[in-house]
């Protein structure tokens, strides 16, 4: 094995040896209420979408508009909670409406095509959340999707009277299901560790890597520059 090779084996084994502790530790995610968006109201409550802050192991990894798909718990602004993080994409089973049940919009329908349609929503209302209509509107058809009684709360807004908007809500939530599976951009779950601790939240974007690869990849970088280098300086000593 030549030199050369021998270089790269050496770097990949120290990066790897580096950040093993890291990657194999128990990874901690939290998030922070930090804002509600636009600041829009319907029915006595701010509408999606709020900002908040996801943070793994103390770093931030996302930080922007996140939307919130649980209407039966409160989160309190600046507020910071353990959640457990997947995506809708598939599911991983630890998401707060995993067991569709009688207070769903449809209970025929899969954990999976519930958070489908949901996705499908979320997507749709940033694409329209500097309008207040639009945004009541797919924030009250993302909680009634999870929480039959959420449209109970829906009032009239602009010119539109509360049937008007009642029904606005009910077609966008069968759009949504009408979709079928979600194929968008990727759609993160932020579910509270403790039920009843804080909503449930989504986020339409990729985290960045997280720390550990970014250590890891920092490590393998340095050592390959160290090891060349070295390298150098012994062919330059000849």
């Known amino acids: 094995m030549n030199r050369l090779f021998k270089g790269f084996w050496l770097a990949a084994a120290v990066a790897l040896v580096c950040c093993a502790p890291l990657a194999h530790a128990t990874d901690t995610y939290t998030v922070t209420l930090t804002g509600v968006g636009n600041g829009f109201v319907m029915g006595g409550v701010y509408v999606s979408p709020y900002q908040g802050v996801v943070q793994e192991n103390g770093v931030t990894i996302y930080s922007g508009y996140i939307i919130c798909d649980d209407f039966e718990t409160e989160s309190n602004l600046n507020d910071t909670w353990d959640v457990g993080v997947g995506t809708t994409d598939p599911l991983n089973g630890q998401e707060k409406f995993n067991s569709p049940g009688s207070t769903y919009w449809d209970s025929t329908k899969t954990a999976q095509q519930d958070y489908d349609a949901v996705s499908w929503l979320a997507l749709a209302l940033l694409h329209n959340m500097n309008n207040e209509v639009l ?19 829906v009032t009239g807004v602009g010119a539109l009277s509360s049937t008007d908007v009642t029904n606005a809500v009910t077609a966008l939530i069968t759009s949504a299901f009408n979709a079928g599976a979600y194929t968008g951009p990727t759609v993160n779950v932020y579910t509270p560790m403790i039920n009843g601790r804080s909503q449930e939240f989504l986020s339409v974007s990729t985290p960045e890597a997280s720390a550990a690869m970014i250590l890891g990849v920092n490590l393998f970088g340095l050592v390959g520059l160290v090891w060349l280098f070295r390298r150098r300086i012994a062919v330059g000593a000849r």
């Open 135 to 153: 945004a009541d509107e797919y924030s009250y058809a993302i909680w009634s999707i999870f929480d039959k009684a959420a449209i109970g709360h």
